[in-house]
């Protein structure tokens, strides 16, 4: 019996046109592993040797990246230091923007729910070594997800009924931030942290409906909750 001709195996392109894999994607992927192996290798340092002992040069041979590339994809140790509660405040914000008619604690709830399921448990267990190691980091990333509640002033304005101008408004949605801070450090790090969440809801239900009892008489919200 004939045989045709013993034909090459497609290259790779045509591999990936044939799987759906285009390049584009392919190179896509290969830049979020660089920049996720550049970030983990920044915050194992920074936990290891301190913030300030710690060199974008030592960055780059942690990650087995050139420095150039380090100062690419992050412009300073500060934005890799950060990152992760820049993005979960980020995220925070974006879910706000979502639902604009939603109540707080609602907002907040879902938005918890999504973090448990997308963060990994041992880049939450690096945040927290690094941020043990370097108080003043912590200091700074509590701040930021401080900014982002106060960025849903509006809502939080509803959920507590006491106007933005209130200095008791301050107040409360330092405490929130703080407390999601901790809730991201101490909780979501633990294979238990689907157990401790209506607990910690129930203590963020808590501080608004504190709040709550010194707002002025008005009508009730339906988007209080």
């Known amino acids: 019996m004939r045989c045709g001709p013993v034909r090459p195996p497609p290259a ?4 990936r046109a044939m ?4 390049g584009t994607s392919h190179r896509q992927r290969s830049k979020a592993r660089r920049r996720e192996a550049i970030r983990r290798s920044g915050m194992r ?6 913030y300030d002992g710690t060199t974008i040069a030592d960055i780059a041979e942690a990650a087995e990246v050139a420095p150039r590339t380090v100062s690419l994809y992050f412009p300073s140790k500060h934005e890799i230091a950060l990152s992760v509660p ?4 980020a995220r925070l914000s974006a879910v706000f923007k979502a639902r604009p008619g939603a109540g707080f604690l609602d907002v907040v709830d879902t938005w918890l729910t999504g973090e448990a399921d997308a963060l990994d448990p041992e880049l939450l267990a690096l945040l927290t070594a690094m941020f043990e190691a370097n108080p003043a980091l912590k200091a700074h990333g509590s701040s930021q997800l401080a900014e982002a509640v106060r960025l849903t002033g509006p809502a939080l304005a509803a959920a507590t009924g006491l106007p933005e101008s209130h200095p008791m408004h301050a ?5 929130v931030g703080g407390a999601l801070s901790q809730y991201f450090g101490a909780v979501l790090r633990h294979d238990d942290a689907p157990a401790h969440h209506p607990l910690f809801m129930a203590c963020l239900r808590a501080l608004v409906d504190t709040a709550r009892q010194g707002a002025p008489a008005h009508p009730a919200d339906p988007h209080t909750t």
């Open 12 to 15: 790779p392109a045509t591999l």
């Open 19 to 22: 799987t759906g894999e285009t």
């Open 45 to 50: 340092l920074f936990a290891e040797r301190g």
């Open 86 to 89: 820049n993005e979960i405040a």
């Open 171 to 175: 107040v409360i949605g330092s405490a």
